[in-house]
């Protein structure tokens, strides 16, 4: 999770320098942003003060997405587990 948090700061940071902030005040409050495809129950709860005039992706979203991701991944794992037996046995 530091690991995470860290690349984050520094991607971060990359971005505001190449958007001219020279630093981290100037950048609070200014409203350079917007969240552009999230449900404005996300933006109101992850990203305090950040407006969403578009709308999209709930938590109901993220979490159907995460399901579906999840289950297809152990079917392909599980797939690629029995053809690398096969293929062992053969040998």
Known sequence: MLNYR????KGLYKIMS??????IASY???????????????????FLGVVSRIGGAGFDDF????LNL??????????????????RSRW
Request: include cysteine; charged fraction near 30%; charge should be positive.
């Open 18 to 23: 190449k958007m001219g902030i020279s630093t």
């Open 6 to 9: 860290n690349g984050i700061n």
């Open 70 to 87: 999840s289950k297809r991944a152990w079917l392909v794992r599980s797939r690629w587990t029995r053809r690398s037996a096969e293929i």
């Open 28 to 46: 609070r409050c200014s409203k350079l942003f917007e969240a552009v495809g999230l449900h404005r129950e996300v933006s109101d709860l992850c």
């Open 63 to 66: 979490q159907q997405d995460l």
